[in-house]
């Protein structure tokens, strides 16, 4: 009986701090969006020139530029000023009340020598990992900066493996002459006979208990370093400046608080291997503002750690907003995934142009993630050149690395479930897409709850849902090529499809399959101008449409 009593004491109390937890959190809002605090600097100046740096290209001036870095932060904080200048260095650590501002003329330019970077404890895709430091990194600071209007520029070349298919005939033969080694099919050029060992045994980077960072000097060259990596740090400011040719992800902010991410241009080949443009991961509190990118991976993804280490970790992305931004190439303009096991919530898009992405609004996960997506909003968005999906949800993304730990990837519903639910898109406009909207859950757990409204999609195939919940479209307009089906809707439910446009003469306006199919409602919607109405298959049933409206 005690026992009994301890138990819903304990289960009360539980439910008492969960409420007071609950008063707490804010309901945000495209009325009352987060609100991000910026960091503010003292005037003091620091001239790296009188630490004995030199703008040359020649001379490494590592330990000048941390020098006055540490100076600076030693004194209470101001600038650090790179004048004009070509200025090769190493990896540079900043501290906190340092605000590192860079000319419009000025290039930051690090070292091609890998021996520059030692191994370090790292992260990889939220796993502790063997990595070379950073050619730019922070951790538990505050009140940090990079200002200005100069160029970062990473190296990344020299770092990265690239396959023959991704270059042209001459850029080929010039990687060749540049030395490394190329793979037994002639295919893949690696940097270093060290790296393509360890990419063709597909050797793991990850820390675990009982392994030093000295046994991985084996493998160092394949190590690459994110450009910039910002860890566990509080009011971090990245503005004006260009960061490029990073060996891995251009930025990398990591469990950190207020972020402003403003005016940046950010640049990696179209052949960078995981050329990211952003990775935000668990950060709470951020602002991407007026950014443009050109990337050889995703250009603006939340993270926020993978399988059960990310729901250990347990912080979710939250809290931010990312507005007036530029994407041209890259794998995704906004993306959520495929590492989200920590949760990623209360996420604000708009006024965002993405040209020739190979994908629009990118949300993936799969089977063993766990994490949960939620209140994601997105509006005014224009799109153009799209490879592939201009909306894109996709829980079967499967891509096995040697860092990968196992997962439960039986169809049931536990801790590693992904659950990606509320969200609204509004006034979204692609022209050109291999496809308009696909949406494909997981049989024991739909993508769910998500309202899209007026938008207009000019691609080749319309749109395809797949273990869908509750999803509504209204005043959407696809104007496909593909008519046949217009819109395809496989063990669905919930799905509400009111005032659809679409391209007269279609083919077929629906074609609802699955047995698991129902409460389907299609209303003010004129299926007049379509050949065939409905089209069911699959064990799905007349009885799967419960409303229609229109002539």
């Given at each position: 009986?005690?026992?009994?009593?301890?138990?819903?004491?304990?289960?009360?109390?539980?439910m008492?701090?969960?409420?007071?937890?609950?008063?707490?959190?804010?309901?945000?809002?495209?009325?009352?969006?987060?609100?991000?605090?910026?960091?503010?600097?003292?005037?003091?100046?620091?001239?790296?020139?009188?630490?004995?740096?030199?703008?040359?290209?020649?001379?490494?001036?590592?330990?000048?530029?941390?020098?006055?870095?540490?100076?600076?932060?030693?004194?209470?904080?101001?600038?650090?000023?790179?004048?004009?200048?070509?200025?090769?260095?190493?990896?540079?650590?900043?501290?906190?009340?340092?605000?590192?501002?860079?000319?419009k003329?000025?290039?930051?330019?690090?070292?091609?020598?890998?021996?520059?970077?030692?191994?370090?404890?790292?992260s990889?895709?939220?796993?502790?990992?063997?990595?070379?430091?950073?050619?730019?990194?922070?951790?538990?600071?505050?009140?940090?900066?990079?200002?200005?209007?100069?160029?970062?520029?990473?190296?990344?070349?020299?770092?990265?493996?690239v396959?023959?298919?991704?270059?042209?005939?001459?850029?080929?033969?010039?990687?060749?002459?540049?030395?490394?080694v190329?793979?037994?099919?002639?295919?893949?050029?690696?940097?270093?006979?060290?790296?393509?060992?360890?990419?063709?045994?597909?050797?793991?980077?990850?820390?675990?208990?009982?392994?030093?960072?000295?046994?991985?000097?084996?493998?160092?060259?394949f190590?690459?370093?994110?450009?910039?990596?910002?860890?566990?740090?509080?009011?971090?400011?990245?503005?004006?400046?260009?960061?490029?040719?990073?060996?891995?992800?251009?930025?990398?902010?990591?469990?950190?608080?207020?972020?402003?991410?403003?005016?940046?241009?950010?640049?990696?080949?179209?052949?960078?291997?995981?050329?990211?443009?952003?990775?935000?991961?668990?950060?709470?509190?951020?602002?991407?503002?007026?950014?443009?990118?050109?990337?050889?991976?995703?250009?603006?993804?939340?993270?926020?750690?993978?399988d059960?280490?990310?729901?250990?970790?347990?912080?979710?992305?939250?809290?931010?907003?990312i507005?007036?931004?530029?994407?041209?190439?890259?794998?995704?303009?906004?993306?959520?995934?495929?590492?989200?096991?920590?949760?990623?919530?209360?996420?604000?898009?708009?006024?965002?142009?993405?040209?020739?992405?190979?994908?629009?609004l990118?949300?993936?996960?799969?089977?063993?993630?766990?994490?949960?997506?939620?209140?994601?909003?997105?509006?005014?968005?224009f799109?153009?050149?799209?490879a592939?999906?201009?909306?894109?949800f996709?829980?079967?993304?499967?891509?096995?690395?040697?860092?990968?730990?196992?997962?439960?990837?039986?169809?049931?519903?536990?801790?590693?479930?992904?659950?990606?639910?509320?969200?609204?898109?509004?006034?979204?406009?692609?022209?050109?897409?291999?496809?308009?909207?696909?949406?494909?859950?997981?049989s024991?757990?739909?993508?769910?709850?998500?309202?899209?409204?007026?938008?207009?999609?000019?691609?080749?195939?319309?749109?395809?849902?797949?273990?869908?919940?509750?999803?509504?479209?209204?005043?959407?307009?696809?104007?496909?090529?593909?008519?046949?089906?217009?819109?395809?809707?496989?063990?669905?439910?919930?799905?509400?499809?009111?005032?659809?446009?679409?391209?007269?003469?279609?083919?077929?306006?629906?074609a609802?399959?699955?047995?698991?199919?129902?409460?389907?409602?299609?209303?003010?919607?004129?299926?007049?101008?379509?050949?065939?109405?409905?089209?069911?298959?699959?064990?799905?049933?007349?009885?799967?449409?419960?409303?229609?409206?229109?002539?």
């Amino acid at each position: 009986m005690k026992k009994r009593v301890s138990l819903l004491i304990a289960i009360s109390s539980a439910m008492f701090c969960n409420n007071i937890i609950a008063q707490k959190t804010t309901t945000y809002s495209w009325k009352n969006l987060p609100k991000i605090i910026q960091p503010t600097f003292a005037k003091d100046t620091f001239n790296v020139t009188k630490f004995g740096a030199k703008p040359d290209g020649i001379t490494l001036n590592t330990q000048a530029i941390n020098d006055a870095i540490i100076a600076c932060n030693k004194k209470g904080g101001g600038v650090v000023l790179v004048p004009n200048g070509m200025w090769l260095t190493g990896p540079i650590v900043l501290k906190s009340n340092v605000n590192l501002h860079i000319k419009k003329a000025a290039t930051l330019l690090f070292t091609e020598d890998k021996n520059q970077y030692p191994l370090v404890e790292g992260s990889y895709e939220g796993k502790s990992a063997a990595r070379n430091q950073s050619p730019i990194s922070a951790t538990n600071q505050e009140n940090i900066a990079i200002t200005g209007q100069g160029i970062i520029d990473g190296s990344g070349d020299v770092w990265r493996a690239v396959n023959k298919a991704q270059l042209t005939e001459s850029q080929w033969k010039e990687k060749i002459a540049s030395g490394g080694v190329l793979k037994a099919n002639g295919l893949t050029w690696y940097p270093s006979e060290q790296f393509m060992k360890a990419s063709v045994e597909n050797k793991s980077m990850l820390l675990k208990e009982g392994v030093s960072l000295q046994s991985f000097v084996d493998i160092k060259d394949f190590l690459r370093p994110n450009l910039l990596v910002i860890t566990k740090c509080k009011k971090v400011l990245l503005e004006g400046v260009t960061f490029q040719n990073s060996p891995a992800w251009c930025l990398h902010p990591l469990m950190s608080e207020n972020l402003t991410l403003r005016n940046l241009t950010i640049k990696n080949p179209e052949y960078a291997h995981n050329g990211d443009g952003m990775d935000i991961e668990s950060c709470k509190n951020f602002l991407v503002d007026g950014c443009t990118i050109d990337v050889g991976d995703d250009a603006i993804c939340i993270k926020s750690g993978k399988d059960e280490e990310g729901r250990k970790r347990g912080m979710p992305t939250e809290n931010g907003i990312i507005r007036n931004c530029i994407v041209y190439n890259g794998h995704g303009g906004f993306v959520v995934g495929s590492e989200m096991s920590g949760g990623a919530r209360n996420i604000f898009v708009y006024d965002c142009t993405f040209a020739g992405t190979d994908k629009g609004l990118r949300f993936k996960s799969v089977r063993g993630r766990g994490g949960i997506v939620e209140n994601i909003y997105a509006k005014n968005i224009f799109m153009k050149d799209i490879a592939q999906e201009a909306i894109f949800f996709d829980m079967y993304y499967f891509v096995k690395f040697a860092t990968d730990s196992p997962r439960d990837e039986r169809p049931v519903v536990n801790e590693g479930t992904p659950i990606f639910r509320n969200m609204k898109f509004e006034n979204i406009v692609c022209k050109g897409a291999n496809k308009g909207i696909f949406v494909r859950g997981l049989s024991e757990m739909p993508i769910q709850n998500i309202q899209m409204s007026n938008i207009v999609l000019d691609t080749k195939i319309g749109a395809e849902f797949t273990d869908a919940s509750n999803i509504t479209l209204e005043k959407v307009t696809l104007i496909s090529e593909n008519t046949n089906p217009v819109i395809s809707v496989n063990n669905s439910n919930g799905l509400t499809f009111n005032t659809i446009q679409y391209k007269a003469n279609a083919a077929l306006l629906f074609a609802i399959a699955g047995e698991r199919s129902k409460a389907i409602q299609i209303l003010q919607t004129d299926s007049s101008k379509a050949q065939k109405q409905i089209e069911f298959t699959e064990g799905a049933t007349k009885e799967a449409i419960t409303a229609t409206t229109g002539k």
